[in-house]
Every structure is written in C-alpha cells, then in structure tokens.
C-alpha cells in the first residue's frame, strides 16, 4: 500500500513538473513578445498583493477573493481581463505550493487522480467560455463568484452543513472511555500530540492528531469495538482510528465527486476559489477532511496551467499583474516555512466583509457598463 502511493506521489511530483515547465516557458515568452507592455509598472502594488494572496493560499484561505480586491482597489488590472490574470498569475505559486505538500498526501491514488483530472477538464471548458464574455458580463460573474465564496466560507467559519470541527484529542479520549473504551496513558497521547515536533521521526506518525469529527468518531468505535480493540495503549489510538477513517470514493459517491470537481474546476476560471467548496464537497461525501488537502492542491495545480494556457492563447490577461507571480511565489515559501500565528478564524471573517464589498464595487461596475 505504501509502495503505491509513493508511486502515486513519484507520478504526480513529474507529471506537474513537466506541465509546470511547459506553462512558464509558454508565459515567459508570451511576456518577451509583448515587452512594451511592462513601461511603467507599477511594482509595490504588484508586490503586496501577490505576497499576501499567496500566503493566506498556502495557509488554506485562498488567494482569488484577496487578489481580486487589491486588483480592484489599486486599479493594477481592468476587471475583462481579471479571470485571465488570476489563472496565470497564481499558477507557478499553486504549484510550488502542491509540490511543498505534496508528501503529506492521505487520500486513495484513484480518487486523487480522477478528482484533480475532472478539475483539469472543467478548467479547460471553463477557460474557452469565459475568454469570449464581454466586460459587463465578466463583473457580474466576477461578483457572483465573490458572494458564493463568502457564503461558503461563512459556512465553514461556522461549522455548518459539511464543515463540521475536528474534535480535540481530548474529546476523543472522553468520548472513547464514556463509551466503554480503556484508553491506557491516556494523557501520554494527549502530550506527545501537542509536542509532536519534538519527537523522534519513528514516533511522530504513532502520535498525530487523528483530525477526526463526532460523527467519525461515532462511526468508528463500533468498528474498534468489533476488532476486540476495547483496550488501546497510548501509540496504538492514532493508528487504530486512523486505519478505520475513509481516505477514499467509490462506485456513485465517485461519479458524483468527478463531477462536482470538473464543475468547480469551471467555476476557478471565473474567480470561485475551489478550496473551500472542495473541502465542503468532500465532507459531505463522507471521507476524512484531511483527503481534502491534496485534492484541493493538486486540483489547482493541474487546472490553473489547464485555463492558463486557454487564457494565454486568447490574450486575455494582463501582463504587468501577473507579475505578482513573482511576489506569490516567495508568499508561499515564508507561509510553509513560517506556521501561521494569526487567528485564522478572525482573517478569514475580515475577507468575508472585503469579498462582499468588492462584489458590490463589481455589480455596481457593471451596471455602468454600456
């Protein structure tokens, strides 16, 4: 199983390299043939917006709705050709950013593959459709992807619907021993989770936190139960629950994730970040949230250079502001080497209000458009 999805791993890692190469060698001389675009740029804008996007992308916000808004605020990009600058500007960072974490990878090989191809596809569909849409139509679909995406994150920020919270480690010894389970050292496990830096490489993987919900955790205690597994010692509770979470879709809830994911890779063309309606989809599927991650990072990191390319092909896209790839690029690294000490849950409330402002500025833009 192991030697599987190292092959997985091995597969993806070369075959996002090789389209990542492909793609920036494509922009790199787009950019040559049309230097006369670059007289007087602007690069501090450029710069904070780029850095700051793409960190709160590696830190799990996204960076579609940040973006968008400082485009808008300091007028570095025409809103016609902002779905274009978003899907070129943040590929080569989303990459880097999928390759970063690409080890950390907890989800079938099959799943994995379909769901990030079904991305690629809606983002190719997608790409050909808004390339052809005048300016009022792009506002109006720009702004309509700002307000779905603060109501999802809304959602999520509330724990409602699919979004439900991870318990602690705590709570899941609670819950275990008021169900008759034997939890032996106990506060052991507790300790070497929240150290868990600190530990020996053997042991990290006995003593991380199994990132399971209630109702996970409801679901798998009868299956412990039906193991003989009432009695658990402290480096056997994180691979006993671990082992009998779903990582995994098959048969319909298959289809029906493919599906939703070529729809969501549609939908990033026009500025619906994927990450959050991803994690929602595959909650409400039923796997661990943790499969969430890769699907969402390699999702993008195949579709982004899918679009981008249709985007390039058109000329639709501004040159100057996909410079903040630059800029992203190093947002990505200070965010993976730098764990974040802001409140996430605060951020993410403050881009909530920003997304709904900047979605008004894009209606009521569009509503001037002739």
């Not at 992807?145 to 318990?167: D, N, R």
């Not at 053997?202 to 990132?211: I, N």
Request: hydrophobic letters at 50%; one cysteine or more.
């Amino acid at each position: 199983m192991e030697e599987t999805r190292m092959d997985i791993v091995l597969f993806i890692k070369i075959a996002i390299l090789a389209y990542g190469a492909i793609f920036a060698f494509i922009f790199i001389k787009d950019c040559i043939k049309h230097k006369e675009d670059f007289t007087k740029t602007k690069l501090v804008p450029l710069a904070i917006i780029g850095f700051i996007s793409d960190l709160l992308d590696t830190w799990g916000i996204g960076s579609f709705a940040t973006c968008q808004a400082g485009f808008k605020f300091s007028k570095s990009c025409s809103d016609e050709n902002m779905p274009g600058t978003l899907n070129i500007a943040h590929t080569i960072p989303t990459i880097a950013e999928f390759l970063l974490f690409l080890e950390l990878i907890k989800i079938e090989g099959f799943t994995l593959v379909t769901l990030i191809a079904g991305a690629a596809i809606g983002a190719v569909f997608g790409a050909s459709i808004v390339s052809k849409w005048s300016p009022k139509v792009i506002r109006i679909g720009l702004g309509t992807a700002l307000l779905i995406l603060a109501g999802v994150l809304s959602c999520k920020l509330a724990h409602i619907g699919p979004f439900e919270s991870t318990i602690s480690p705590k709570a899941i010894v609670s819950e275990l021993e008021a169900n008759g389970f034997i939890v032996e050292d106990s506060e052991k496990w507790i300790s070497n989770i929240k150290n868990s830096k600190n530990l020996p490489k053997e042991e990290k993987d006995l003593y991380t936190d199994p990132s399971i919900t209630m109702t996970e955790l409801e679901k798998v205690m009868p299956l412990l139960k039906d193991a003989g597994l009432t009695t658990l010692k402290a480096e056997e509770l994180t691979p006993s629950i671990t082992s009998r979470l779903t990582y995994g879709l098959h048969g319909v809830k298959l289809v029906l994730g493919i599906l939703i994911n070529t729809l969501l890779g549609a939908l990033m063309t026009i500025g619906v970040g994927l990450y959050a309606p991803c994690m929602a989809m595959i909650s409400a599927l039923g796997v661990n949230v943790t499969a969430a991650f890769p699907v969402m990072m390699g999702s993008c990191a195949f579709l982004m250079p899918s679009a981008g390319l249709k985007f390039l092909k058109a000329g639709k896209y501004d040159r100057k502001a996909a410079m903040i790839t630059i800029f992203g690029l190093l947002g990505v690294f200070v965010a993976y080497k730098v764990a974040s000490m802001l409140p996430m849950n605060v951020l993410t409330a403050i881009i909530i209000c920003v997304m709904i402002y900047t979605a008004i500025t894009f209606f009521r833009d569009a509503k001037k458009t002739a």
